[in-house]
């Protein structure tokens, strides 16, 4: 099967800077597309940003110009980085990868287990 394990989350003031990582293991064949969700309390989840395999970006309206997708095609790995945390960053933030186990699979969505970011003073 496939696993997505997500790090970097945590606590910092407004204003301040935090980098996610998740990165994918198991029977992969190919990672079509890898993105960041979150979900604050009492909300529904949200996509933050999205990365294809040619690394084309697309990120939420709430957060362009202050947060950055990557990704490491070699590493099955993603990243986002972000700047200029308000205190409305504050979620969950959940990996999320659409990956093929083989040539003729359809692919299938994966989550990461969520990382907790808080943004307060």
């Known amino acids: 099967q496939v696993q997505l394990v997500e790090s970097g989350g945590g606590s910092v003031q407004p204003g301040g800077s935090l980098r996610l990582s998740c990165t994918a293991s198991?029977?992969?064949?190919?990672?079509?597309?890898m993105g960041w969700y979150r979900q604050a309390p009492g909300k529904q989840r949200e996509l933050v940003a999205m990365?294809?395999?040619?690394?084309?970006?697309n990120y939420a309206d709430p957060v362009k110009g202050r947060f950055t997708i990557s990704r490491d095609n070699a590493k099955n790995a993603v990243y986002l980085q972000m700047n200029s945390l308000k205190f409305e960053d504050t979620a969950v933030y959940y990996c999320?990868?659409?990956?093929?186990?083989?040539?003729?699979?359809?692919?299938?969505?994966?989550w990461g287990q969520g990382t907790q970011v808080t943004v307060s003073s």
């Open positions: 999320n990868a659409l990956i093929g186990m083989s040539i003729s699979a359809s692919p299938d969505d994966y």
């Open positions: 198991g029977n992969i064949f190919s990672i079509y597309i």
């Open positions: 990365i294809d395999g040619s690394k084309n970006a």
